[in-house]
């Protein structure tokens, strides 16, 4: 099951503050809007976002269909897909998307020791 592409999602208290830091640690813009509260970054091909007041806790995340560079890869498995799957395995989802939809969408779980997982589709 491929869930694509891999980020850490850093709920961050001071975003300049944390945005200067990872950068000195090498990591370089990718994307995002500071005025809306969060920046993506990359170094290499480690991508890790920073979010001001958007949630509490880190939480690990899966974009289908992107990869790295936020670029659209083909083929991908369509989050709906990746819902009913880990549904049929039996894991209890926190949220679910709208399996009769298309397009973007999101779903999430927690893992057994707590962590938040996000599987975030955006095309």
Do not use: C
């Not at 000195?24 to 091909?45: Q, T, V």
């Not at 998307?97 to 955006?122: E, K, R, W, Y």
């Amino acid at each position: 099951m491929q869930l694509g592409v891999f980020s850490v999602s850093l709920a961050v208290k001071n975003l300049a503050a944390s945005h200067a830091f990872y950068r000195k640690l090498g990591f370089e813009d990718l994307g995002g809007n500071a005025e809306h509260g969060y920046l993506i970054l990359k170094n290499g091909s480690t991508v890790i976002g920073l979010f001001q007041g958007m949630f509490e806790g880190n939480i690990l995340t899966f974009n289908p269909g992107w990869d790295e560079n936020a670029q659209s890869v083909d083929p991908f498995t369509d989050v709906r897909e990746l819902q009913q799957r880990l549904k049929d395995a039996g894991i209890e989802l926190t949220s679910e998307a709208d399996p009769t939809g298309s397009g973007p969408a999101s779903f999430t779980l927690v893992d057994p020791d707590g962590n938040a997982i996000l599987i975030d589709q955006h095309r």
